[in-house]
């Protein structure tokens, strides 16, 4: 499981789905133009909604609440008549890189559980990576956390439509089952993946399609700062690691999210009244000298 993460890890898996590589961009050629890639892209992602079907008569026939294995096939003989998946996916909009990329997901099951996963959140899942001829990339039948912040924008976009599980049972031996995930699927035009680097089974410019089952959400501090880290995406792009500074306060190099002093004035982020009434969320975060910008952002803030 290698293909979701960022360069860093927060520890919470080995091996996850990367959003960008590690590797040297020297010698690189240049990228091409992200709009015109996206065009390509969505030609094929359409062609491949129009053609195929998911095992939907095998879903409804499932014991409710009981996990269920999504599995794409073409339309064509005896499969003529079934429903193509254009019919049945939902679209997103997603705003990245000055491109609006469309984001198609398959919303087989949003979950009976409680909890909807954020842009910032943890989530446990377990999946299956492919590109559009069908080749697996990635996959893991053992439910794995993946930190969302690290992940590729289009996977993070498609489990934050899901709710987690309404039960976890434990099987005695060790392993658990869970009841009502949230189960669907995502696909993903390069420029929400990978878009010109290459990763182990994925070419450059590569379109993605992942199945999933969402079993758990867990809504994180990453830096242990008392503020959300969904409330730290200070521009409101729904990413906590926004280019230009847009995320990093004191322009060091960190982003807010993990980051203890926020505005690098010597004083924890945590001990500038960021978050008076403890619900996670800065709206109520004091502004000693009433210029609008609350004291944990604020260097210039005197205490």
């Excluded at 993946?146 to 039960?167: C, E, M, R």
């Amino acid at each position: 499981m290698k293909n979701i993460k960022l360069q860093f890890l927060i520890g919470i898996s080995l091996v996850l789905l990367v959003s960008c590589g590690t590797d040297d961009d020297a010698g690189r050629p240049q990228a091409r133009d992200r709009q015109e890639v996206y065009l390509e892209d969505l030609a094929k992602i359409n062609a491949f909604l129009n053609t195929h079907f998911y095992n939907e008569d095998e879903f409804q026939n499932t014991p409710a609440g009981a996990d269920f294995e999504i599995k794409f096939d073409t339309i064509a003989g005896a499969n003529a008549g079934r429903t193509p998946l254009s019919q049945q996916v939902t679209t997103e909009v997603i705003a990245r890189d000055g491109v609006d990329y469309q984001l198609f997901t398959l919303k087989v099951r949003e979950g009976n559980g409680e909890r909807r996963a954020t842009f910032a959140d943890s989530t446990l899942v377990s999946y299956e990576g492919t590109l559009l001829n069908g080749n697996v990339f990635d996959s893991s039948i053992n439910s794995i956390w993946f930190d969302l912040p690290a992940t590729i924008a289009g996977f993070t976009f498609g489990i934050t439509q899901f709710n987690d599980a309404s039960g976890i049972i434990p099987n005695g031996d060790g392993t658990l089952s869970y009841e009502g995930s949230g189960i669907g699927a995502v696909f993903i035009p390069s420029g929400l993946g990978y878009f010109d680097r290459t990763q182990t089974g994925i070419p450059s410019y590569s379109s993605l399609i992942f199945t999933f089952k969402l079993r758990s959400v867990k809504t994180t501090d990453h830096d242990g700062d008392g503020i959300l880290s969904k409330f730290e995406d200070l521009n409101g792009d729904r990413s906590v690691r926004s280019s230009n500074f847009a995320d990093d306060t004191d322009e060091d190099g960190r982003f807010n999210y993990l980051e203890t002093d926020d505005d690098n004035d010597g004083i924890l982020t945590k001990n500038e009244n960021a978050d008076p009434n403890g619900d996670g969320n800065p709206s109520d975060a004091l502004d000693t000298d009433g210029d609008g910008i609350p004291d944990y952002l604020d260097a210039r803030t005197e205490v």
